[in-house]
């Protein structure tokens, strides 16, 4: 199984598909403007505290107050409250904790009204980015995120990725990370460090141990709501996370953007150094690798299932609901039953594939085709477990109820992505109305005319839809023939099937298009103005 990124670099930011074996499987906008995204930890200050939610309500410059609850504070808040303090008024020299007095931990039942006080600055990650009218969701359990290893401050623990199985394994990973682990932090060992080295391991632990260190320069200058340490952008946390042994190539169409991969690769793989492919051809990267043709026919309400079938799916604040259609494959088995697992089984994999695409989160609920069969519903479950196995986001799935409906609840932390698949009317564009079909002969004869007689042109090509085209060049004296017998001229017609019936161009001698007075426009304006009047 292959697995290439592409990455196109536009005016308003990066576009990232992920394609495995061809197919587009997962796909990212990263914006130039976004200031909020997972990972990013502020100096925020209490706006305001409620102790109804057990929460608090944080200022970190956006436009509505981050969300912080009691449960988030992490164990050992009281310790980094303080060191935030004395770093930000200068009294803490050096940003290593080695040494560094820990206070008690906090209460795992306790009241946020005694922890915090409003206009109280802190320390704060974000967790989930602003979703439609909810602010960012925040936390103060700080950690940072590695290849290999998540770096945690104030904490002695070191935990080992539960999907690493092995006990040899764990205990080797914990004996490496245990010598080379610097004093006062706590490590996550990621899954994708089993069977690394101690070398590739103290790498990444390096450059972690830099990003805290640069967390410490910013914070000791940083104002109220200011941002003192950013994630890395989605095309290098992408990266981060996913690169491994199946990654054949990544694409890039940017040079400052290439340069700015090849740095980061050069830290976290220095062993792939030709995995980083830089595109310069004249056709558009999307275009090159067939992704623009798969975005418009993925994201769209209905989706075509691969062999038949088709999914209905529908987006609402609360959740997502996904129906499933057996299409043409109703006929092609031979009992009920049948028919009903096989076209579940090709939605279920699509069903999954279109989670991680469009980064669906919180309640799905997918409407599958009833099936009798215990057994056959399980195996609908297993398939979409088996493929959202490979997802990055946690989830949840519940077994398929007798009504044949399957929920998922799957983590959100960004807005979901959304991509218009539909196009303006190039006919009405987009008002729902054209003018009189019978008005156009008599608006293509008038402008025929006047350029013939009072603009002298010659040699003229007449475009229109091919309905028109016959009403003018069939009989046995056709309209052309009139018009040649009338002003001793000769107009060519082309029939044009991206014209609508309405629609007509008229090119003179050179092949360039003539610049038309249309009476549509009129036609459509006066009706607006009679629209407006009756309103």
Request: net charge neutral; hydrophobic share 35%.
């Amino acid at each position: 199984m292959s697995n290439e990124l592409i990455i196109n670099s536009t005016q308003e930011g990066e576009r990232i598909a992920l394609l495995q074996d061809k197919r587009l499987i997962e796909y990212h906008f990263d914006r130039n403007d976004t200031n909020y995204a997972v990972g990013d930890i502020f100096l925020g200050t209490v706006k305001k505290v409620m102790p109804g939610l057990n929460a608090a309500f944080i200022d970190i410059g956006y436009q509505k107050d981050a969300f912080l609850h009691y449960g988030d504070l992490g164990e050992q808040f009281q310790t980094l409250a303080k060191w935030t303090r004395l770093v930000h008024t200068g009294k803490a020299p050096v940003a290593h904790l080695k040494g560094f007095p820990r206070e008690a931990p906090i209460e795992k039942v306790g009241k946020m009204a005694d922890t915090l006080k409003k206009g109280q600055q802190l320390l704060v990650q974000i967790v989930k980015e602003p979703i439609s009218t909810k602010g960012p969701r925040l936390s103060s359990d700080l950690s940072m995120a590695g290849r290999y290893l998540v770096l945690m401050p104030f904490s002695d623990t070191i935990s080992v990725s539960k999907k690493i199985v092995s006990r040899t394994e764990r205990d080797r990973l914990k004996r490496l990370i245990a010598s080379i682990k610097p004093d006062g932090f706590g490590v996550i060992i990621r899954t994708v460090a089993e069977g690394r080295d101690v070398a590739e391991l103290d790498r990444d632990m390096q450059n972690m141990v830099s990003m805290w260190e640069r967390l410490y320069q910013n914070l000791r200058t940083a104002k109220p709501n200011d941002k003192v340490l950013g994630e890395l952008g989605r095309t290098s946390s992408m990266i981060r996370d996913m690169l491994n042994e199946s990654f054949d190539a990544i694409h890039v169409d940017s040079q400052p953007m290439y340069e700015e991969l090849k740095t980061y690769l050069a830290q976290i793989a220095p062993d792939k150094p030709d995995l980083l492919k830089f595109y310069s051809g004249k056709t558009k990267v999307f275009e090159q690798f067939d992704i623009e043709k798969q975005l418009k026919t993925l994201f769209g309400k209905t989706v075509t299932v691969p062999g038949g079938g088709y999914l209905v799916i529908e987006h609402t604040e609360a959740l997502h609901v996904i129906d499933v259609n057996s299409g043409n494959k109703s006929n092609q088995q031979s009992d009920q039953e049948a028919t009903a697992l096989m076209v579940n089984l090709a939605a279920a994999k699509e069903v999954a594939r279109q989670l991680r695409l469009r980064d669906m989160g919180g309640i799905v609920v997918v409407d599958f085709i009833d099936m009798r069969s215990g057994e056959s519903r399980k195996k609908v479950e297993d398939t979409v477990y088996n493929i959202m196995a490979q997802d990055r986001a946690k989830f949840t799935i519940l077994p398929i109820t007798k009504f044949g409906l399957l929920q998922i609840t799957r983590q959100r932390v960004r807005p979901e992505q959304n991509i218009i698949t539909t196009e303006v009317c190039p006919t009405c564009g987009g008002t729902g109305k054209i003018t009189a079909s019978i008005l156009v002969t008599d608006e293509i004869d008038t402008s025929i005319a006047d350029l013939l007689v009072n603009q002298n042109h010659s040699g003229l090509t007449l475009h229109v839809h091919p309905f028109l085209h016959a009403y003018y060049t069939k009989g046995l004296v056709s309209k052309q023939m009139k018009w040649y017998l009338k002003y001793y001229k000769w107009v060519k017609v082309v029939k044009d099937t991206s014209l609508g019936l309405t629609d007509y161009r008229i090119q003179d001698e050179r092949g360039e298009d003539i610049e038309l007075h249309s009476r549509a426009a009129e036609l459509n304006s006066l009706q607006d103005r009679d629209d407006e009047s009756d309103d």
